[in-house]
């Protein structure tokens, strides 16, 4: 049965060009998967939506399998992939939480992207099984890339038109409460603080590498960007990207992403 979030995503959303709008979160993510994906790698994208990380990293030399819980994304990526003239080892029409059913063999991957799934799935324990399922992928060593939506994100889109917002309480208690049904619009998700997105990661197999706030300085500012040349743009993504793992900057960024490696560090590391 087709569930809330996969409809929304098959008939409502376009998400090809939401990162084709949203630069800055778009392109810092890529300087990360640039710095910590290095030569050619095998890679499984969670949740990765039509594929825009999928084929950029497939253009890099990369393995890449896709998966995704949308049919229509799953479609598309495969026609943007002959498009952008890169293979996709495998697209998979398939849930976060069941990745041992679609993939069966574990620790098989250099790097897994967790990009979507854990700001989708509002109860604790999706999340957890979601992020456990993605950790059992990776290979020892491997790089896992996880994405969140920040709590302050809702108060931060409303900003950006600083058009009649309605009630502040319904911004603010996402601060309090995270969880979105679809009746408040977008779709089901779940937004957190910095905190909380980080005690989840703590509580597996992990050793953080990085935690960033991907938009910071730019949040907001996707029209101005594209209306600059391409040097002056480059500059300020290049800006935001030196900015991003700024512990002070994080509550101006709607998305946080969080590069871990599998296995615990130890004392002697």
């Given at each position: 049965?087709?569930?809330?979030i996969e409809r929304f995503y098959d008939e409502e959303y376009e998400e090809w060009e939401r990162l084709a709008w949203h630069l800055p979160e778009f392109e810092v993510t890529k300087r990360y998967m640039d710095q910590y994906i290095g030569g050619h790698k095998k890679v499984l994208d969670v949740g990765g939506g039509p594929g825009r990380y999928s084929i950029y990293l497939a253009g890099q030399?990369?393995?890449?399998?896709?998966?995704?819980?949308?049919?229509?994304?799953?479609?598309?990526?495969?026609?943007?992939?002959?498009?952008?003239?890169?293979?996709?080892?495998?697209?998979?029409?398939?849930?976060?939480?069941?990745?041992?059913?679609?993939?069966?063999?574990?620790?098989?991957?250099?790097?897994?992207?967790?990009?979507?799934?854990?700001?989708?799935?509002?109860?604790?324990?999706?999340?957890?099984?979601?992020?456990?399922?993605?950790?059992?992928?990776?290979?020892?060593?491997?790089?896992?890339?996880?994405?969140?939506?920040?709590?302050?994100?809702?108060?931060?889109?409303?900003?950006?038109?600083?058009?009649?917002?309605?009630?502040?309480?319904?911004?603010?208690?996402?601060?309090?409460?995270?969880?979105?049904?679809?009746?408040?619009?977008?779709?089901?998700?779940?937004?957190?603080?910095?905190?909380?997105?980080?005690?989840?990661?703590?509580?597996?197999?992990?050793?953080?590498?990085?935690?960033?706030?991907?938009?910071?300085?730019?949040?907001?500012?996707?029209?101005?960007?594209?209306?600059?040349?391409?040097?002056?743009?480059?500059?300020?993504?290049?800006?935001?990207?030196?900015?991003?793992?700024?512990?002070?900057?994080?509550?101006?960024?709607?998305?946080?992403?969080?590069?871990?490696?599998?296995?615990?560090?130890?004392?002697?590391?």
């Open positions: 049965m087709q569930n809330e030399g990369h393995e890449v399998t896709l998966l995704d819980l949308s049919g229509r994304n799953i479609r598309q990526a495969i026609d943007k992939a002959q498009e952008a003239g890169v293979h996709l080892d495998s697209c998979i029409h398939g849930n976060a939480l069941w990745l041992h059913e679609y993939l069966y063999k574990k620790e098989q991957f250099d790097a897994v992207l967790l990009m979507g799934p854990l700001y989708h799935l509002s109860r604790e324990e999706d999340r957890r099984q979601a992020l456990r399922e993605a950790v059992q992928m990776l290979k020892p060593g491997g790089v896992l890339f996880a994405a969140f939506i920040s709590g302050y994100a809702p108060v931060l889109a409303a900003a950006e038109s600083l058009a009649d917002f309605g009630s502040a309480d319904r911004l603010l208690r996402y601060l309090e409460d995270g969880a979105n049904d679809e009746m408040a619009g977008f779709t089901t998700a779940y937004f957190c603080a910095e905190e909380e997105a980080r005690g989840l990661m703590a509580g597996e197999d992990l050793t953080g590498l990085a935690f960033a706030g991907v938009e910071n300085i730019l949040c907001g500012k996707e029209r101005q960007l594209h209306e600059l040349d391409q040097e002056t743009r480059d500059k300020w993504l290049d800006l935001a990207w030196r900015l991003s793992g700024d512990r002070k900057l994080l509550g101006m960024s709607q998305h946080f992403l969080y590069i871990g490696r599998k296995g615990r560090k130890t004392d002697e590391e």
